[in-house]
């Protein structure tokens, strides 16, 4: 099985042979290529044009991130399984407003639903969060009779915005006191984590969009402009309660992650390489859980749902299988 790595450490990655080297100053390490599905980088390290060959022939995405946990960026190797008619089929369900539409309002309610189903399980464990779960399911109503992508951009921001005020009856730690939502810089440690684990999943989408026929760079809810990916900022408006909100709020409440692992730098404040760490390894926990899928009688890991949902949003666009998005029972 294919695993991601994450690369904290500064120092040389290059190919060896027929492996992969990382190299700093006091040890080397050996990756075998054949192992390797996605590599993550958060230190300096230096790359040749032969790695980066190497990398693209085995098919591996890397994802770079700054000092701070911005993403910057990633080498997106040539597309091996691009197929023209899914693209062009892509481009048509963008360009065709209603189509489009149609897409979006799914994704989006969705999305709602499992911010839903985060509250309810919350709240059924004692903690009063009706009247939240009350106003976002009506506002989720709303969706369903706009007819402008805007419009449902607008009430899901508006939806955001009051989830993110129940982080504070389920978290109840005053170190991770929710006030705003703020991304750059944030301004408090809560808002580092919120946008630490969303550029993640932007990331770990990415990579899964890879293995398809679909185009990252044509999404439906994110309009496709001058950003180089949107499909990945949609499929994760689905994920990030049930993958990101979910860790985030296991690290917290288990004390796993506490103010200590947060700086402050200039105007913002930063996660601390040790709190990057302990977000990932709870991260991937998420990502590798495996649930009993409702239709295909099986158990498959919340990464495998993610593929998932892409090849329903294929199916959807290439052979007229009316898209459903992925519900959690939690």
């Not at 027929?18 to 040890?27: P, S, W």
């Not at 899964?208 to 950003?227: K, M």
């Not at 402050?264 to 601390?272: A, E, L």
């Amino acid at each position: 099985m294919k695993r991601d790595i994450y690369v904290f450490n500064s120092g040389e990655m290059k190919r060896k042979d027929n492996t992969i080297l990382f190299e700093t100053e006091t040890d080397k390490k050996y990756l075998p290529v054949e192992e390797v599905n996605n590599i993550w980088f958060f230190g300096e390290v230096t790359l040749n044009k032969s790695f980066l060959e190497f990398v693209s022939q085995k098919e591996i995405c890397l994802h770079f991130f700054n000092y701070y946990g911005y993403y910057v960026g990633s080498f997106y190797p040539r597309e091996h399984l691009n197929s023209g008619y899914v693209i062009l089929k892509q481009a048509e369900h963008y360009l065709d407003y209603e189509k489009r539409m149609e897409i979006a309002r799914e994704i989006i309610i969705t999305g709602i639903k499992n911010i839903i189903v985060i509250l309810k399980y919350y709240n059924g464990r004692g903690i009063e969060l009706n009247q939240k779960i009350d106003s976002i399911t009506s506002k989720m109503e709303e969706m369903k009779y706009v007819n402008k992508i805007e419009q449902l951009m607008a009430l899901e921001g508006n939806i955001r915005d009051e989830y993110y005020t129940c982080f504070n009856d389920i978290l109840k730690n005053d170190d991770f006191k929710f006030i705003q939502r703020s991304k750059r810089p944030p301004l408090d440690n809560i808002n580092s984590l919120i946008s630490f684990g969303n550029s993640i999943l932007y990331t770990t989408i990415l990579g899964e969009i890879y293995q398809t026929q679909l185009d990252p760079r044509i999404g439906y809810l994110h309009s496709t402009n001058e950003r180089r990916f949107t499909l990945n900022l949609d499929i994760a408006e689905i994920f990030k309660p049930i993958i990101v909100d979910r860790t985030i709020f296991s690290l917290i409440n288990k004390g796993v992650l506490t103010g200590k692992d947060f700086e402050k730098d200039f105007n913002g404040i930063v996660i601390s390489e040790k709190g990057k760490k302990k977000f990932i390894e709870e991260y991937n926990g998420k990502l590798d859980a495996v649930i009993k899928h409702p239709k295909l009688n099986t158990n498959v890991s919340y990464k495998r749902l993610i593929r998932l949902e892409l090849y329903k949003i294929q199916k959807h666009i290439t052979e007229g299988e009316k898209y459903k998005g992925f519900v959690a029972g939690w």
